[in-house]
């Protein structure tokens, strides 16, 4: 019976951690869109292009699942919902739905993960009398940039709320992912925000080891991505690329 156990456990955590097949998917293009996405991240936090491809892989696999265009819900590369999506100032449409767009996908996701690591790392309200408590400690913080990426800033601040209120640490996420279901989720998307956070964390320690991305690049001063090829730009089109010349 242990043994039984003991080989299941070692075989779950071989496949959480497996990156193998998504780094066989990154291709020049892609870790460029991700390096340069990055580029959003700064010495104040612990987010990284490593933090990217985790969240990559855990979204849609390296591009491999990424629903059909255009819905309401959450589609593309990294499977945000058309609101967030449009919030981060994407074009959401069937005929050009820029979720679908790696590069565009990729700035909107880092731009929207450190607009989270933002919000946690000050007293910041959010709506009404909803407001984030602070945590200090980058490191820490990134599990609840990563947490609200997956479930709203919203939630994860109620539960900051009333893991205080209990007495208890609103800075750790160790404390507060207990609070999730008090602070309105089911039992089941409990259970996915906290999977969410562990297997991108896991994924992200497994990328800094073996990605060929730069994760220097953050700490670089912002420019302009040039387009490439010079002169025109690329848009996703009935879910085909297609190179738009002379715009």
């Not at 390296?62 to 449009?86: C, H, I, M, P, S």
């Not at 990729?106 to 929207?112: L, P, Q």
């Not at 906290?194 to 080891?209: G, I, T």
Request: hydrophobic letters at 35%.
């Amino acid at each position: 019976m242990t043994k039984k156990k003991t080989i299941k456990r070692t075989n779950t955590i071989k496949k959480l951690t497996d990156i193998s097949p998504w780094l066989k998917m990154e291709t020049l293009h892609k870790k460029t869109a991700l390096e340069n996405a990055s580029r959003h991240f700064d010495s104040e936090d612990a987010l990284t292009v490593n933090t990217l491809e985790a969240i990559y892989g855990q979204e849609s696999s390296f591009g491999t699942n990424r629903r059909a265009r255009g819905l309401a819900g959450a589609a593309g590369d990294f499977q945000l919902e058309r609101v967030t999506a449009k919030r981060m100032g994407l074009k959401v449409g069937y005929k050009n739905d820029e979720r679908f767009d790696v590069d565009n996908a990729s700035a909107a996701s880092a731009k929207y993960l450190k607009i989270q690591d933002c919000a946690f790392s000050k007293k910041t309200i959010l709506s009404g009398k909803i407001s984030t408590s602070p945590v200090k400690d980058p490191v820490e913080r990134k599990k609840f940039a990563i947490a609200a990426f997956n479930a709203g800033e919203g939630r994860i601040a109620k539960a900051q709320s009333l893991t205080s209120k209990d007495r208890r640490n609103p800075a750790l996420w160790d404390d507060v992912k207990k609070y999730l279901e008090a602070a309105g989720a089911t039992a089941a998307k409990s259970k996915e925000i906290n999977e969410y956070v562990e297997n991108v964390l896991k994924y992200e320690v497994e990328f800094s080891k073996s990605s060929k991305a730069d994760k220097k690049v953050k700490l670089g001063s912002p420019r302009r991505v040039k387009k490439i090829p010079v002169g025109g730009h690329w848009i996703t089109l009935d879910g085909r690329h297609i190179f738009i010349e002379g715009e």
